[in-house]
């Protein structure tokens, strides 16, 4: 393969400090971002640093989860380490949410990063590659967010959960080869909001709830950096307006239904768009029936 047909990376090479400093806070914060070594882990990691937090990355490759991690600590001048896991495998997700819980002494913020892809049309659609759809974007997702939980509560602080979920979790793909995809992150919809409702006992009666990092809204900046390559993903809450107030959002509500929202206008039956434009009733005429 040349130079010039090589993919461009996932990560446009920008100036991270510059772009991120200063827009929100999150000082004193632990982070423990798995799949954070991806294009969109590399960019939500650097944003949490820079606001202050300390930061796990957790990657399939020690060194490279590394090599970010030392390049995040020397930029953001916080705590930064990265760390090995496999998230098939939930004795490899458990040993590395207790090694971040180690070297952060807490996890107060779990942004699950992971997801993958494998492009097959409905009729060669193979087993094993479904299998392994599912097991990275939703099985990984619920024993990431039991382990990061039993830690939470655990600390009796409570905590935040972020599943990073995608457009797809709600419209389907026409054309592609995308029914694997879409399950799991419709799937992922559904676990969130599961995760969401159970009372959790802990002191303090400190819930675990699925939402964005504690006094933060992450900026439309760092859905900029990546949403050149990933068209039509969805950060969700970390791509919320910085101006606004989310510190209670729960991360379900992006998948609740619209009832009670107006309708816009590709919501409208597919005949409304050729009805007469409507004119005013005319008077009845006298003694006719109202």
């Not at 206008?265 to 009805?275: C, G, K, L, M, V």
């Amino acid at each position: 393969m040349t130079t010039k047909d090589a993919p461009a990376p996932i990560t446009p090479k920008l100036d991270f400090a510059a772009e991120l400093t200063g827009l929100f806070d999150l000082s004193g914060k632990t982070a423990f971002v798995p799949g954070g070594t991806g294009g969109l882990g590399e960019a939500i990691a650097w944003g949490l640093g820079l606001a202050g937090a300390s930061v796990v990355i957790a990657g399939r490759e020690r060194g490279k989860a590394e090599r970010l991690a030392g390049a995040i600590e020397a930029g953001a001048k916080v705590a930064v380490a990265g760390v090995a896991i496999e998230v098939t495998d939930t004795g490899s997700i458990e040993a590395a949410t207790a090694e971040a819980h180690e070297r952060l002494g807490r996890i107060d913020i779990l942004v699950n990063c992971v997801g993958i892809q494998i492009e097959e049309p409905l009729l060669e659609v193979r087993e094993a590659s479904f299998d392994r759809v599912y097991a990275v974007n939703l099985k990984s997702a619920m024993f990431l967010a039991q382990a990061a939980a039993k830690r939470q509560v655990a600390a009796g602080a409570g905590g935040r959960q972020i599943h990073l979920l995608s457009v797809r979790s709600q419209l389907a793909l026409r054309g592609k080869g995308y029914s694997a995809y879409c399950t799991t992150k419709g799937g992922l919809v559904m676990l969130v909001r599961q995760y969401t409702n159970p009372k959790l006992p802990q002191p303090g009666d400190a819930g675990v709830s699925a939402g964005p990092p504690p006094d933060a809204a992450a900026p439309l900046k760092i859905r900029r950096i990546v949403r050149s390559n990933i068209r039509g993903f969805k950060l969700g809450a970390l791509a919320a307006p910085a101006r606004r107030n989310i510190r209670g959002f729960k991360l379900g509500a992006l998948a609740a239904s619209r009832r009670g929202a107006p309708r816009r206008a590709t919501d409208r039956p597919p005949d409304a768009s050729r009805s007469a434009p409507s004119r005013s009733p005319a008077a009845p005429s006298p003694g006719a029936r109202r």
